[in-house]
């Protein structure tokens, strides 16, 4: 399949420039998806590092003057930001622009950002499913979202072709693109990636909190198991306050759930009853194997992750 090299934007402004942000911006030069590339971050040592490394065409210290004439505009703060930013850059927005963002919660952000929004300009919520443990500009690199799905989530009434330009410019990006319900979305996400984030930031304090087992043990017999863990829980950690603050209501169901079935966990080890333990990682075995099998990750052997690369 030829995929058009043409720009789809003549200006692209990215209000956040951490992991993703940054990464977006090497996707877009990668795949020639804008003229200009604009960038906005408060933090002066942020702002200072993305001048050294060159990513931007141009870097902001407001986010009103990152956005003044772009076509397309991505929030890609932690989402706690979001309702002020939006209501900030509303003025100045250019008509018939394009507002995104790649929150990994969405009834929260469109129930924030949405208000802001003016007539004229369009709201597609986006959620890149891609990350590692890095954060800031530094972090970023062109191929994080290369095989990786990004859903949409398009409040209803949302115009149809500005959807289908920020499908056509996630695909240039490297990912695969479907369509959710935001509600969906969140209950969907807060099992494959918001409790398994909550688990991995418990048990390493939990690990640290222990006055049985020094930290020095802690660390020196950590097996791949504690250290996945701590890779995990070595994410930014305000955006996951935002994150777990925005989608309380299904992370605390699928919670609700996992307790369930770790008490009946907890009972079979009591019991000893061997057969119920050997069918459960039977049944998440294969679940690992499905994962492989649909590319988002490899059946290499993985003891402790190598930090991804810059080319």
Not at 32 to 40: P, S
Not at 219 to 247: C, E, H, Q
Not at 289 to 298: C, F, K, L, W
Request: net charge negative.
């Amino acid at each position: 399949m030829t995929i058009d090299s043409k720009p789809l934007f003549g200006k692209v402004a990215l209000l956040g420039i951490g992991l993703i942000g940054s990464s977006m911006a090497y996707a877009i030069r990668r795949a020639g998806l804008a003229a200009h590339i604009a960038g906005y971050t408060r933090s002066p040592e942020s702002l200072e590092a993305a001048r050294a490394i060159g990513f931007a065409d141009t870097l902001h210290d407001t986010p009103e003057a990152a956005v003044r004439e772009a076509d397309f505009v991505v929030l890609a703060t932690p989402v706690g930001a979001f309702a002020q930013l939006a209501q900030s850059i509303a003025p100045h927005l250019k008509a018939g622009a394009i507002v995104s963002d790649v929150g990994s919660v969405k009834a929260a952000v469109i129930h924030e950002v949405g208000p802001h929004i003016p007539a004229g300009v369009h709201f597609v919520p986006a959620h890149p499913i891609a990350g590692t443990e890095q954060s800031g500009p530094e972090a970023g690199f062109p191929e994080l979202f290369d095989g990786r799905w990004c859903v949409l989530t398009p409040p209803a009434g949302t115009d149809p072709q500005a959807v289908e330009t920020v499908r056509t410019f996630w695909r240039r990006c490297g990912s695969e693109v479907e369509i959710m319900d935001a509600k969906h979305h969140d209950l969907v996400l807060a099992i494959t990636s918001h409790v398994p984030h909550l688990i991995a930031y418990n048990i390493v304090g939990t690990a640290a909190d222990l006055e049985t087992v020094t930290q020095g043990e802690v660390i020196k017999y950590s097996a791949g198991g504690f250290r996945d863990f701590t890779r995990i829980a070595a994410s930014d950690p305000t955006m996951w306050r935002d994150v777990f603050l925005n989608n309380r209501e299904a992370v605390l169901e699928m919670l609700g759930r996992f307790n369930e079935d770790l008490t009946a966990l907890q009972r079979a080890i009591r019991w000893g009853d061997g057969e119920a333990l050997f069918n459960l990682f039977t049944r998440t075995r294969a679940i690992r194997r499905s994962i492989v099998e649909a590319g988002q990750d490899t059946p290499a052997p993985n003891f402790g992750r190598s930090r991804a690369r810059k080319p």
